[in-house]
């Protein structure tokens, strides 16, 4: 399958869906069939906070129209973020859309995991991954905690990059959520999240989401759906 991806929201995202993509191609000597088009995060964070879902479907449609030119049969949002329009973009879009949420419900549920921390953008926190997680408890930051957590991430995402006062946080927030919550593991629920825990040393086990929905997308590329 050509696969389509809508990228830019953040350029920390994008690129870490299309090095893991190659990397999962090369290393099982596949060819892949990519194209790429460019979201604009300003106009997520914007309709993000707005709850203007539909507003923010109808950009993806778009994007999702050229991909469909350029030849793509299936296409993705390379963000957490950006799956909160995801129903409504499913009932506009000219492609199939490859859905990360089921997706994750599925892993969470193969994996065993009872109880999770969830780390992301506000509405992924609030929201608690849209509703879709059926497989799993969810535990967030709370009150001021659930913010300062939305707003760091926010940040981190538009530069496309992590400060060390932003790892640290990060890292500091998945423990407490672990300690206080009974979190058996920290959920990375937003994309960029791979810049603030890449080499931290945590005592605790960490799911990547965008690492589940790369796999999945691997896996319809080569046909194995």
């Known amino acids: 399958m050509h696969i389509g991806l809508i990228g830019g929201i953040g350029p920390a995202a994008t690129e870490f869906y299309y090095r893991g993509l190659v990397q999962a191609h090369n290393a099982a000597e596949k060819p892949m069939e990519l194209s790429i088009v460019r979201a604009q995060a300003r106009d997520l964070v914007r309709n993000v906070a707005a709850g203007a879902a539909r507003e923010q479907a109808a950009i993806f449609r778009d ?6 030119a350029a030849g793509a049969e299936g296409a993705a949002v390379t963000s957490m973020g950006g799956h909160f329009c995801i129903k409504e973009l499913e009932a506009i879009s000219p ?19 009872k109880r999770i921390g969830l780390l992301g953008n506000e509405t992924v926190m609030r929201s608690r991954l849209y509703g879709g997680i059926s497989s799993a408890d969810i535990v967030t930051p709370e009150g001021d905690d659930l913010a300062d957590a939305g707003d760091a991430y926010t940040a981190m995402a538009l530069a496309g990059r992590a400060t060390d006062e932003q790892r640290d946080y990060f890292r500091r927030m998945g423990q407490r959520l672990c300690d206080e919550k009974g979190a058996d593991a920290i959920v990375l629920g937003g994309t960029d999240l791979f810049s603030a825990f890449d080499g931290q040393d945590c005592d605790y086990p960490l799911i990547d989401c965008a690492e589940i929905h790369i796999e999945a997308l691997f896996h319809a590329s080569v046909g194995e759906t």
Do not use: W
Request: net charge positive.
């Open 95 to 113: 492609l199939p859309m490859i859905n990360a949420i089921p997706i994750l419900d599925a892993a969470f549920r193969q994996r065993g995991v």
């Open 63 to 68: 994007l999702v129209e050229r991909l469909a």
